[in-house]
């Protein structure tokens, strides 16, 4: 059974910077963090590959540029990295992982495992 564990988070004015980080036990092929701000459907914002390779990583639109997934095998934790924040990235960010392949970063069903949630707060 894989456990995710999130952290980081909290409140920041616009442009600022924070770090998550999710810390898995278990066996997966890929982390991804999703986030869903008041009244949103819930949008894959960034994953990487966890299996054995590369690390390839996939962003979405509204975070390229600005945000950075990246991991530490060591403690088997993987950190996503966000700066230059901007009020619209208010929302509660989830960590998830899958222990199988899948063509598809981004949809949510695809993913086996996720963590409590963590709220992240950019104020203007």
């Known amino acids: 059974q894989v456990q995710l564990v999130e952290s980081g988070g909290g409140s920041v004015q616009a442009g600022g910077t924070l770090r998550l980080s999710c810390s898995a036990s278990?066996?997966?092929?890929?982390l991804a963090w999703f986030r869903q701000g008041p009244g949103k459907e819930r949008e894959g914002v960034a994953s990487i590959w966890t299996g054995p390779g590369t690390g390839t990583t996939y962003y979405s639109n509204s975070v390229k540029g600005r945000f950075t997934i990246s991991q530490d095998n060591a403690k088997r934790t993987v950190y996503l990295q966000m700066d230059s924040l901007k009020p619209e990235d208010t929302a509660m960010y989830h960590c998830?992982?899958?222990?199988?392949?899948?063509?598809?970063?981004?949809?949510?069903?695809?993913?086996?495992?996720w963590g409590q949630g963590i709220q992240v707060t950019v104020s203007s």
């Open positions: 278990g066996a997966i092929v890929r």
């Open positions: 998830a992982a899958r222990s199988t392949y899948s063509i598809n970063w981004s949809r949510p069903s695809d993913y086996n495992y």
